[in-house]
C-alpha cells in the first residue's frame, strides 16, 4: 500500500525558524502593498501612454511587448499574493484587488485559492497537487505550450463553463470542500458575465479593451511564464521537501516589482504566511538552511530551455549551474513520470 504524501512546508523540509523571528516576519501592513500598488499604476499609466502613441508605427510591437509584461506579470504577482491574503493587511482592499486582479489573469479567486492551497500543501506531488502546469520531466515542444500559455487559457474556459454548471472535475472536488462549492459556482458564473460583456463591448466596436487588455494580456503571457515556469522545473516531485522540488532564483528591484519578491520560491513555499516584501528578510533569516539562490532571471531561464531542447534531441540534460533532481540528469532516453493536470 502507498503510503500518504506528508504535507509539505519548513517542518517536512527540515528548516527551522524562532518564532519571534517568525512572527515579525509575518507582520501584515497596507504600506508596502501600496507602495508597490502605485509603482504599478504608474508603469502602467506610462506604458499605456507610449502604446498609444505607437499605434500606426513598427514601434507598437515593442510598446506591446513592454506594457504586456508591465500588466501581466504584476497582475499573476499580485492575484497570487491577495489569493494567500498577505498583499494588504485590509481585508476588502486584500479581496477587491484579488477579484480585479484573478479577472485580467483569467482564473475565478475562488478556485485559484483553493487551487493554490492544494499546490502549498502538497507540492509537485503527482494527483494531489491541483496546480502542476506541465508534464514531467518537461520536453522542448511542452515548454514552448507553457510559454505560450495556451494550454492554460484552454483548461480556465472548459473550468469555467463545468464549475459554472456545478459540473465539478474529481480534481477540484479533491481540493475544495464541499461547502465551498457554490462560491466556486458563482464565481465562474460572475465572471463568465463579465468576460461575455467584455466581449460584447468590443464587438460593438470599442476598440480600447483589445488594445490594452486582450491583446496585452496575450503578448505579456510568455514574459509572465519565464518567470512562472522557474518555480518548479527539473526539480522532485512526491517529495516532503521543499528544498528539492522548488527553486528561487537571484533578482533584484526589478523582481521586487514584476514577480512581488518571489524570486525567493523555496522561502515563500517553506513559510507562505510571510508576505511578499519581507521575503528577503525570510531569505537572510534561513539562508543558511537552504540550497544557495540559482542564477538571476536570464541565465536561469537559459539554462532550462537548454536543457528541454537536449532533453527532446535525447541528449544529455545536465545543466551547467542551476539545481537539477538527480533522476531529471539523463544521458540519452528518458522515463514520463506524469502529464500536465492544469489542461
Do not use: C
Not at 512546508?9 to 512572527?23: C, I, Q, Y
Not at 458563482?186 to 480600447?208: C, K
Not at 514584476?258 to 525570510?282: I, T, W
Amino acid at each position: 500500500m502507498t503510503p500518504a504524501p506528508i504535507a509539505t512546508n519548513a517542518a517536512s523540509s527540515g528548516v527551522k525558524l524562532e518564532r519571534k523571528t517568525l512572527r515579525q516576519l509575518g507582520k501584515r501592513s497596507d504600506v508596502p502593498g501600496l507602495i508597490w500598488l502605485a509603482h504599478w499604476v504608474v508603469f502602467l499609466l506610462g506604458g499605456g501612454v507610449l502604446l498609444h502613441l505607437s499605434v500606426g508605427t513598427w514601434w507598437v510591437v515593442p510598446a506591446m511587448i513592454a506594457y504586456g509584461a508591465v500588466l501581466v506579470v504584476p497582475t499573476y504577482a499580485l492575484s497570487h499574493e491577495t489569493s494567500h491574503g498577505t498583499a494588504f493587511r485590509t481585508r476588502w482592499l486584500n479581496d477587491a484587488l484579488l477579484w480585479i486582479s484573478s479577472f485580467i489573469y483569467f482564473e475565478e479567486p475562488n478556485h485559484r485559492r483553493y487551487a493554490h492551497t492544494s499546490h502549498h500543501t502538497y507540492t509537485m506531488h503527482v494527483g494531489k497537487d491541483g496546480q502542476m502546469p506541465f508534464a514531467l520531466p518537461m520536453t522542448f515542444r511542452e515548454w514552448l505550450v507553457e510559454l505560450t500559455h495556451l494550454g492554460f487559457y484552454w483548461y480556465e474556459i472548459k473550468l469555467f463553463v463545468k464549475n459554472a454548471l456545478g459540473r465539478f472535475s474529481p480534481l477540484v472536488l479533491q481540493y475544495t470542500p464541499e461547502d465551498e462549492l457554490p462560491k466556486l459556482k458563482w464565481g465562474a458564473r460572475v465572471y463568465l458575465a463579465a468576460y461575455a460583456t467584455l466581449l460584447a463591448f468590443i464587438a460593438a466596436g470599442h476598440v480600447w479593451p483589445l488594445l490594452y487588455l486582450v491583446l496585452p494580456r496575450l503578448v505579456g503571457a510568455p514574459v509572465m511564464q519565464m518567470f512562472t515556469i522557474l518555480q518548479h522545473a527539473e526539480l522532485s516531485e512526491d517529495t516532503p521537501s521543499i528544498l528539492d522540488s522548488t527553486r528561487s532564483y537571484k533578482g533584484g528591484w526589478l523582481s521586487w516589482f514584476l514577480y512581488m519578491n518571489m524570486n525567493n520560491h523555496v522561502e515563500h513555499h517553506l513559510y507562505p504566511q510571510v508576505p511578499f516584501y519581507a521575503l528577503p528578510g525570510l531569505q537572510k533569516a534561513i539562508e543558511d538552511q537552504v540550497p544557495e539562490p540559482d542564477p538571476g532571471f536570464w541565465r536561469t531561464n537559459y539554462e532550462v530551455a537548454a536543457v528541454v531542447a537536449r532533453r527532446s534531441l535525447g541528449l544529455s540534460t545536465r545543466a551547467p549551474s542551476i539545481r537539477q533532481a538527480p533522476h531529471m540528469i539523463t544521458e540519452g532516453g528518458f522515463t514520463k513520470i506524469s502529464e500536465a493536470n492544469m489542461r
